[in-house]
């Protein structure tokens, strides 16, 4: 159970650095072409001030499906390790979506926000059972030590 934990806790890790890494690539797609825009705004060009938002969209729209392919990877590996159902994979159901930029399928993000919520209560239910036996022996050992003194004397 403490190896499980321990593994998962460092998965976390990985998966916030990995999140933040693409965030901060999305971030960067708009800034960069943030500029351009408003030079075309404030030309009054506004065909060119289309392309370029619709080149930005394009690749802001790409690197969310990444973000939701490793939300996916991320929950859907954490549902395996801790026994959880995944929606059963089927190409006409609206659990599972398909990514033109990555060529994936992914559970869609009301399913993954669900499974996600599973996965989280599982880890909290789990994590109570680990410290309700250390507190349970605290208690227990005290207990004896009590009884133990009290007979002493």
Same mark, same amino acid.
């Given at each position: 159970?403490?190896?499980?934990?321990?593994?998962?806790?460092?998965?976390?890790?990985?998966?916030? !650095?990995?999140?933040?890494?693409?965030?901060?690539?999305?971030?960067?797609?708009?800034?960069?072409?943030?500029?351009?825009? !408003?030079?075309?705004?404030?030309?009054?060009?506004?065909?060119?001030? !289309?392309?370029?938002?619709?080149?930005?969209? &394009? +690749? $802001?729209?790409?690197?969310? &499906? +990444?973000?939701?392919?490793?939300?996916?990877?991320?929950?859907?590996? !954490?549902?395996?390790?801790?026994?959880?159902?995944?929606?059963?994979?089927?190409?006409?159901? &609206?659990?599972?979506?398909?990514?033109?930029?990555?060529?994936?399928?992914?559970?869609?993000?009301?399913?993954?926000?669900?499974?996600? $919520?599973?996965?989280?209560?599982?880890?909290?239910?789990?994590?109570?059972?680990?410290?309700?036996?250390? &507190?349970?022996?605290?208690?227990?050992?005290?207990?004896?030590?009590?009884?133990?003194?009290?007979?002493?004397?």
């Amino acid at each position: 159970m403490k190896l499980l934990t321990e593994v998962m806790i460092f998965e976390d890790m990985k998966f916030r !650095q990995r999140l933040k890494k693409l965030q901060t690539a999305e971030q960067a797609v708009m800034d960069a072409y943030d500029p351009d825009i !408003q030079k075309a705004r404030a030309d009054k060009n506004w065909d060119e001030e !289309q392309g370029i938002a619709s080149m930005m969209f &394009s +690749e $802001r729209d790409s690197v969310r &499906s +990444e973000i939701l392919s490793l939300q996916h990877r991320y929950i859907t590996k !954490q549902a395996d390790r801790l026994l959880l159902p995944i929606p059963k994979f089927d190409t006409k159901s &609206s659990d599972w979506i398909y990514s033109e930029y990555s060529g994936r399928w992914t559970l869609s993000p009301d399913v993954l926000t669900r499974l996600g $919520r599973e996965v989280r209560q599982e880890r909290r239910e789990r994590l109570e059972l680990t410290f309700l036996w250390p &507190s349970a022996m605290i208690g227990l050992l005290g207990g004896l030590i009590g009884i133990f003194t009290a007979f002493w004397r």
